[in-house]
């Protein structure tokens, strides 16, 4: 018998139910496409990025970042999506066995990364208005806290007075991820990545800049900080095409992806009315999906797939039960979303 890691016994691949799909609104992706100026650069400098290696720490893509966050350079580490963004940093300030505090719920792949590193998930339900129970997180100890807003799955927001409470208390790192922020209206924490000296902001390229294929994420954070994640993350963690494009669309598509984020709010909150007509109650949310919780809701999801349309299913959330997350983009693809849940349910 081949002596496998003891600590990997028990973890599961991570694969939720995908079938493929005409309209998939299962990962919250940019629904209208790739932005404007990706096909010119894959076009222009596609061929020439293949038999080199990128140059390490990505040194083009960090200055791209630093000039559309308004930071300086030295605040910036980027990774292979914001997902291994994460996952170095939970490996750069823990020690194996080390807590992970997190509210629940919240994004799933923080448990599961926590466990792939030997590290302890320390689960803090929401309360029951779906605010952080900051007193629960501080007092876990957790030397890293990781909070997701707008949160993924509720599409919820922290509040600035409880995270700014959070940040003062907490007894290391405060990870706030804000994949989603795009589409909140004064969500955005950057500020506190700015200022404080204990606060890593993670962002993606994956969600509204439409580039989820090519898997670029990044943070913000003071120099010291982003100085142990860059140890943790190593040289290459792109492609040299992935950056390029990844440039390319901080510095050219900006408008393009605010019109965008615009579009989906706007049809969210349209599909929210659609929702309500069938009996349903979406969450609140600020970002491009609605959480509705729905009995049942892996029969439900399963009747919407039979009729080509992927949306996530959840079991028995916290505190929120069973529930669909659906992505929004372009109304046709609402529509047909509301078409299969109404004939689903
Ligand atoms: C909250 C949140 N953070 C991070 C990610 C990871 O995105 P990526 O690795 O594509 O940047 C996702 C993707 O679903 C997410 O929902």
Redesign the pocket.
Known sequence: MIPFRETYRDIPLYSPAKKRCRVDLS??TNLFGAPPSAERVLREEGLQHLSRYPVGYAPDLKRAVAAYADVAVENVTTG???????DCALRAFLEPGDAVAFPDP??V?VPLFARLSALRPVPVPLREDLSLDVDGLVATGAKLIYV?TP??PTGTVASRAALERLVDRAPGVVLI?Q??VEFSRGGDFMDLARSRPNVLV?R????AFGL?GL???WAVGAPSLVAEVEKARGPYKHTALGEAVAVSALAEDVAWMEACAAEAVENRERLRGGLKVLGLEPLPSEANFLLVPVPEARRVGEGMRERNVNVRVFEGLAGVGDALRIGCGPWPLMATALKALKEAL
Request: hydrophobic fraction near 30%; proline fraction near 0%; include cysteine.
């Open positions: 990962d919250n292979c999506g914001s997902d291994d963004v994460i919240t994004f792949m997701c949160n993924n991820d994949a989603y993670t993606t390229m994956s969600k989820a898997r670029v994420g």
